[in-house]
């Protein structure tokens, strides 16, 4: 064993790359951490920061951007059971952690990764396609699961102890509570929080808006995280759902430009109009305004449309039935 070695961990803060990370230092390793923010995340950034600060480990923050975003629109390898496309994610944030590991000179990859917990992306053959694609083959060590995979590079050099190492696989999370004894640790992190785009509402929405705009955005999917959808010949409408909901779109409307409407005389929604004005459309996302206000039903009132030319409209709250159709 090399007096000095080091490993570049993929952390989310998750349980499963908690464990592989002390699985690593416990052999004598110095280890650093990466981890990815994506759009989508839905990970805790408290759980990265105790976990760091508990076991001593540096972490690099890596928020994933236009590249990754890209990537959604289009990925080489196709989508999950929604619109997760998890091994091109996976490749991209090899990718980036591959440059962060030579920069730190770390000599291998480090992840929490367990075989067939996933059945998109952590199959034996994926995970061993995903590290060569990223160009990693042999460097990415997966300690829950190492004995059921072919032995890399950093195990062949003696870099790693392979019989200190796990074969762990399937969902059933059973054999991490029991590692998590064997390694001392007591305030241990739930699972990771996942990822949005595994979400089936969420994923209509997402395809709903690349099939009207291929090209997403920070800010775009900023939107798409907020409020209830509407699409009205070609138009998006986004009706805020609280308070601070209601806040959020506001200070994107005034700052990106965008036309939006408010009940003047009850307390109700901030909506967003993304599109044009043509054909009733304002009529109709007044109406839509209405019936989430608190206005009563059957009763006409004053909804303010704030736009280059700001004007009032006089509706009453959409009928329930009618609204359906144009939900995303």
Known sequence: MRQRTKALVLFSG?????????????QGIEVEAVNFKSPFCLCEKCAVSTVSERFRVKVHRVSLGQEYLDMIANPLH?????????????????????????KIEAEFIVTGEVLNQRP??????????????????GRVLRPLSAKL???????????????????IKGRRRLPQMHLVKKLGITDYPCPSGGCL???????????DFLKHNPKPTLKTMTLLKLGRHFRIEGNKVIVGRNEEENRALLFIAKREGIPYLNVIEYVGPTTLLIGNEDNGI????????????DAPKEVEVDVKYSAKIMRTVTTQAIEDQEIEQWRV
């Open 197 to 207: 785009l595994t979400d089936p509402r969420f994923a209509d929405r997402l395809r």
């Open 78 to 102: 196709g989508y999950g059971s929604q619109m997760n496309p998890c091994i091109d994610c996976r490749i991209l944030m090899f990718k980036y952690a591959k440059k962060i590991a030579d």
């Open 120 to 137: 998109f992306s952590q199959r034996k053959d994926i995970m061993l396609m995903i590290e060569r694609e990223a160009g990693l083959e």
């Open 149 to 167: 995979l072919p032995e890399t590079e950093v195990e062949k050099n003696d870099l790693v102890d392979r019989k200190k190492l796990f074969e």
């Open 282 to 293: 304002v009529e109709k996302t007044a109406s839509i305004t209405v019936r989430y206000s």
């Open 14 to 26: 998750g349980l499963d790359s908690t464990l592989a990370l002390r699985v690593v230092q416990d």
